[in-house]
Nanobody, 115 residues
Framework: QVQLVESGGGLVQPGGSLRLSCAAS????????MAWYRRAPGKQRELVAS???????NYASSVKGRFTISRDNVKNTVDLQMNSLNAEDTAVYYC?????????WGQGTQVTVSS
């Protein structure tokens, strides 16, 4: 049973930073494309950032230059460093692992940006 467990969410002031981490339990972690999605209140889930097995990254335009996704294929983790946070970044953030028909999701971690 594959599990993705997110951590690192919380309350942060505008302009602050948070680092999210996702620990994955699958053995073949390195062949999965990993991503972070988010769902803000009243909005649809959206892709925030992704990283493919070779390490190529992709970002939503709203976070480009502020967020950085990275992976550690030894520790089976994928992180999301979030800087210069603003209220529009408030959402539940989800970790996703994808390979072919396999698609796994974490339970999510809440990020709230507020003064």
């Amino acid at each position: 049973q594959v599990q993705l467990v997110e951590s690192g969410g919380g309350l942060v002031q505008p302009g602050g930073s948070l680092r999210l981490s996702c620990a994955a339990s699958m053995r073949s972690f390195s062949v999965y494309a990993m991503a972070w999605y988010r769902r803000a209140p009243g909005k649809q889930r959206e892709l925030v950032a992704s990283i493919n097995p070779p390490g190529r990254t992709n970002y939503a335009s709203s976070v480009k230059g502020r967020f950085t996704i990275s992976r550690d294929n030894v520790k089976n983790t994928v992180d999301l460093q979030m800087n210069s946070l603003n209220a529009e970044d408030t959402a539940v953030y989800y970790c996703n692992a994808h390979m072919g028909v396999a698609d796994y999701w974490g339970q999510g971690t809440q990020v709230t940006v507020s003064s």
